[in-house]
C-alpha cells in the first residue's frame, strides 16, 4: 500500500529525518492559507498523489507570493495529473502539500528497498538525486551505492558511516546522514514498510541535510497489525476496479487487453493468461476468486470483470478443489440472470463435482461455449475475440 509525501515525510520525522515545514490543502484558499503560516517569501506547492515524477509532469511549483499559490493551487485540484509512473489516466489531484522553500545545493538519492536475492534491506544512494535518477541508473549503474543490511545486527554505525563517506559528504554531514540512514531503516522495519525513498535529499546551502520528498510503501498483508498506517489509505488513489474486488475478498488486477478472466489460484490465473497470449489474444485482467467460492461469489466476480468496458470475451476457468464445479455453474448461470449479461462465456471445468457442474450449464440453455482443457478455452476464447471484432 502506498502513502502521499506528506504522510510518509510525518512519519520518517517521528523517526528523526530533518524534512521542511509544510501544512496540508484541500482548496486553493486553503493552500495560500498554509503559505502564510509558514511565512517567508517562497513556497513549493506540491501535488499529493500516489507517484512520483511530479516534478517532470507539472504537480511541483516554487511559487513567490500568496497569490501565486493559490493561482497554481487552482490549476492542479481536481486535475489528472499524468506522470512517467502512472498510466494514461494519471491519478486524481485532491490534496496539496505546501512547504517553505528550501535552498538547495546538491540534490541525493537515497532508497531502502528489499532485496530478494540476499534476503535482506538494502540501502540504495547516490550523490546525483534529483528527477534524473532513472536515467543514472539506466546509464550509469555504477554510480549508485549499494548496501545490504543483516537483520540479526541491524544497520551498523559503522557501515552508515561507510556510506556517508562513499556519497562525498562532509563534516557535520556525516553525523547527520547516520541518523538519517538509521532513522530510515527504524522506521522500515518497525512499520513493515517494502519500501522508502528520499529523492532528493538535498544538501542546504548552509550545509545541511534535509529530506525534500519522501515516499513509502507498506506491506498490505502485515496491515492487520498497524492500524495506524491501514488508516492512511486513500482509496481516490487506487484503480477503483482493484478496490472494489478486494472489498469482496477477490484478488484482482486490472491489464489493458480485452478478454476477461475469471479463475481460481493465482497460478491457474498466471498460467491461463499466459495461455491466452499464446493463443494471440490479451487478458483483460488477472482474477482470483479463491477456494470455495460460492455462487455468489461468483456473481461479484463477473461484476468486476465487467466494470472494464473494454472486456469483449469472459474465460472461466476452474480447476476445482476446495472449489466445487457445480457452485461455480450456478454463479455463471446466476450471473447470467442477475447482471443480464449479454457477452460471450467460455467455461472450462474440472476437478471436483465437475459432472454436476456440466449438467447444470447444459441445462440452462445459455449461449455458453464450454471447453475440455485450458489450452482449448483459450483458443476458444480469443477466437471468439477475433470473431467480434472482424
Ligand atoms: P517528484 O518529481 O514527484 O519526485 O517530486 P519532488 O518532491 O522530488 O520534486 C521535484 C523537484 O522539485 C525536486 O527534485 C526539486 O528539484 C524540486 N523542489 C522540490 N522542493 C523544492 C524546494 O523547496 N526548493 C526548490 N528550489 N526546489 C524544490
Ligand atoms: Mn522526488
Not at 92 to 97: K, N, P, Q
Not at 266 to 276: K, N, Q, R, S
Request: with cysteine.
Amino acid at each position: 500500500m502506498d502513502i502521499h509525501e506528506y504522510q510518509a515525510k510525518e512519519i520518517l520525522a517521528r523517526f528523526g529525518v530533518p524534512v521542511p515545514r509544510g501544512g496540508l490543502a484541500y482548496s486553493p484558499e486553503q493552500a495560500g492559507y498554509r503559505a502564510r503560516e509558514l511565512g517567508g517569501s517562497a513556497w513549493v506547492v506540491k501535488a499529493q498523489i500516489h507517484s512520483g515524477g511530479r516534478g517532470a509532469a507539472g504537480g511541483v511549483k516554487l511559487c513567490r507570493s500568496e497569490a501565486e499559490v493559490q493561482e497554481f493551487a487552482a490549476t492542479l485540484f481536481g486535475r489528472q495529473l499524468v506522470t512517467k509512473q502512472t498510466d494514461a489516466n494519471g491519478k486524481g489531484v485532491y490534496r496539496l502539500w505546501v512547504e517553505g522553500a528550501s535552498d538547495i545545493k546538491q540534490e541525493l538519492y537515497l532508497g531502502f528497498v528489499l532485496d530478494r536475492k540476499s534476503e535482506r534491506i538494502m540501502i540504495v544512494a547516490s550523490a546525483h538525486g534529483g528527477m534524473e535518477i532513472e536515467d543514472l541508473a539506466e546509464n550509469d549503474p555504477n554510480s549508485l551505492r549499494r548496501m545490504t543490511i543483516d537483520p540479526a545486527v541491524g544497520l551498523s554505525e559503522f557501515q552508515a558511516r561507510e556510506l556517508a563517506f562513499q556519497l562525498g559528504l562532509k563534516g557535520g554531514q556525516i553525523a547527520q546522514m547516520v541518523n538519517i540512514l538509521k532513522a530510515c531503516y527504524r522506521a522500515y522495519r518497525d512499520l513493515d514498510a517494502m519500501m522508502v525513498e528520499i529523492n532528493p535529499l538535498v544538501i542546504t546551502g548552509a550545509g545541511d541535510l534535509v529530506a525534500l520528498d519522501a515516499k513509502m510503501s507498506f506491506d498490505t498483508n502485515a496491515l492487520f497489525r498497524r492500524p495506524e498506517i491501514a488508516e492512511l489509505r486513500d482509496r481516490s488513489q487506487e484503480d477503483p476496479r482493484e478496490s472494489t474486488a478486494g472489498d469482496h475478498g477477490l484478488a484482482y488486477v486490472g491489464l489493458d487487453g480485452d478478454i476477461g478472466c475469471i479463475i481460481n489460484g493465482a497460478g491457474l490465473a498466471m498460467a491461463t493468461m499466459d495461455m491466452i497470449k499464446l493463443a494471440g489474444g490479451e487478458p483483460a485482467n488477472f482474477l482470483d476468486i479463491g477456494g470455495g467460492a460460492s455462487p455468489e461469489r461468483v456473481v461479484r466476480a463477473f461484476r468486476t470483470v465487467l466494470a472494464d468496458r473494454n472486456v469483449s470475451v469472459i474465460l472461466v476457468n476452474i480447476f476445482a478443489g476446495i472449489n466445487r464445479c457445480d457452485w461455480v455453474a450456478q454463479g455463471v448461470v446466476l450471473a447470467y440472470r442477475e447482471l443480464g449479461l449479454t457477452l460471450p462465456v467460455v467455461v472450462r471445468l474440472a476437478g471436483t463435482n465437475v459432472e454436476e457442474g456440466r449438467r447444470i450449464i447444459d441445462a440452462s440453455g445459455l449461449p455458453l461455449i464450454t471447453a475440455d482443457t485450458l489450452e482449448d478455452a483459450a483458443r476458444k476464447a480469443v477466437a471468439t475475440r477475433q470473431k467480434l471484432a472482424a
